[in-house]
């Protein structure tokens, strides 16, 4: 079936936008591709599609399989919380795809194992980390994998604003798997976080094109004002959405700041939707679907709204506080304006709030020194910890100061070095291995110290910038003067 067809007949597209068919035609032709866009402009497809014809088609440089397996694409993503979605969606639009990951129950994993060895399915999503069970590896042994797509690849680079460890195995997966074209996709990537992506996926940089979308698009108007205190923060967000029809996102750091605006947009009888990552999922789900249905609805939203947003009409997206650095920053104003109507894209600056996004740089920075003693309270007390839970654990260290996250920081990067092992953390953990290096390295977590700072400087100075913003924001991206917005 022809990429047109497929596009229209299972996803429902007239046409192609941007650069997808020129991506998909070079994955077709087995090459590789560094691919930037914005999300929810229609990344997923530029290895959908593709994977759908790949399966089809029986490799040029192997016998026909006497068992009419098809051929799989692998699709690596961070995003746990994500794949079930991702997956049923495709499986809503009659495509055979799958995921496994640490959610499922063992029972349910060992069918899904068989199953893709059978053949069953023609993507599968996973996290690297799964690369790391021999029983997955001795699996897809039986299959032959046609296409790796690397999703959130800014994973992959020490630079990234997002660091994995088991994305820097990328070049080791890549041969596991027979070598196979690879396209890499991520919504923001300075050109240093691009080269190391190349570079950590085992491939010369004459090996991979690049395609850069940018944020190539003239109808967003991009903003920031100056405030000081929560009373010129909330004049500006009622003025902001008096003045436009359609729908809204007003970002919030702070779970907390958030609670207190809804308060006061509920006294100027203003509806509006609340989400955040405290919410239990569900109602987290019934909020996104409230906000997409409605034509035009407010929601006040941490940054944990907007992962699988594609809502066209949003006219408006208010930051009403600084965010952490550009590369959030425009992935969250990439969601504003997507049918090409006029758009507004304000940033409220007040110089308060830097002091908040400076804890938050101290909590995920914790010094060599925290980690080694967290871990030695997991080799020497892991039954205390298991019998009495977390809180017991963070008031050993942080002696009753409960606005102390650097715990967090360390628990999630010990599982993402697989140090860790089990379902779950703390009942679940059935052994805690080594302490990596690079989190005992000081060097090394004084630069990426460093380098969060510097990040949250950049975005001072593009509050502060008095020229052309949009050049500023592609600057700082190194896209090419030609797609300047």
């Not at 409220?348 to 996004?357: E, K, P, V």
Request: charged share 25%; glycine share 6%.
């Amino acid at each position: 079936m022809q990429a047109n067809k497929i596009l229209q007949q299972r996803f429902g597209h007239a046409k192609f936008r941007g650069s997808q068919r020129q991506v998909i035609e070079r994955v077709l032709d087995g090459r590789h591709v560094l691919l930037i866009m914005p999300t929810g402009m229609g990344k997923s497809l530029c290895y959908q599609i593709p994977a759908l014809m790949l399966a089809e088609q029986e490799p040029a440089d192997c016998a026909p399989r006497p068992d009419g397996q098809r051929g799989l694409t692998v699709v690596l993503s961070p995003l746990i919380a994500l794949m079930k979605d991702q997956v049923d969606a495709l499986q809503a639009r009659g495509i055979s795809a799958t995921f496994i990951n640490s959610s499922l129950r063992r029972d349910d994993r060992q069918a899904r194992y068989a199953n893709v060895g059978r053949g069953q399915y023609d993507l599968l999503y996973v996290t690297p980390e799964r690369f790391r069970k021999d029983a997955f590896i001795e699996m897809l042994r039986h299959r032959k994998v046609h296409l790796l797509a690397v999703d959130e690849a800014h994973c992959i680079s020490h630079w990234g604003h997002d660091f994995r460890p088991d994305y820097t195995r990328l070049a080791e997966i890549r041969k596991l798997l027979g070598q196979p074209t690879t396209i890499a996709l991520t919504a923001t990537a300075t050109p240093e976080v691009q080269q190391d992506i190349v570079r950590q996926l085992g491939l010369e940089p004459d090996d991979v094109r690049l395609f850069h979308e940018g944020i190539n698009r003239p109808n967003l108007s991009l903003a920031v004002a100056d405030v000081w205190g929560d009373d010129e923060k909330l004049r500006h967000i009622l003025q902001t959405h008096q003045a436009h029809a359609g729908s809204g996102i007003v970002y919030f750091t702070l779970i907390k700041t958030l609670l207190q605006f809804s308060e006061l947009l509920d006294a100027q009888g203003v509806p509006h939707l609340r989400y955040h990552g405290d919410l239990p999922r569900d109602e987290r789900r019934a909020v996104q679907e409230e906000f997409m249905r409605k034509p035009a609805c407010l929601v006040l939203a941490t940054n944990a709204f907007g992962m699988g947003i594609d809502k066209q009409a949003i006219r408006f997206v208010v930051h009403a506080d600084v965010p952490a650095s550009m590369e959030a920053y425009y992935q969250e104003i990439g969601r504003a304006g997507r049918d090409g109507l006029p758009a507004e894209c304000l940033l409220l600056y007040d110089q308060h709030d830097l002091a908040t996004q400076m804890k938050f740089i101290e909590w995920s920075n914790p010094d060599a020194e925290f980690y080694q003693r967290v871990y030695h309270f997991l080799t020497h007390n892991l039954e205390q910890i298991q019998a009495f839970g977390i809180d017991w654990l963070r008031e050993k260290l942080h002696f009753k100061n409960t606005h102390d996250h650097r715990l967090d920081t360390v628990l999630a990067m010990l599982d993402r070095y697989g140090v860790l092992e089990g379902e779950a953390f703390p009942q679940g953990t059935t052994q805690v291995g080594a302490l990596p290096a690079p989190l005992v390295n000081q060097s090394q977590l004084d630069e990426k110290r460093l380098r969060d700072q510097k990040k949250l400087l950049t975005l001072v100075e593009y509050a502060k910038w008095e020229g052309d913003r949009k050049q500023f924001i592609h600057d700082y991206f190194g896209i090419p003067k030609a797609e300047a917005l």
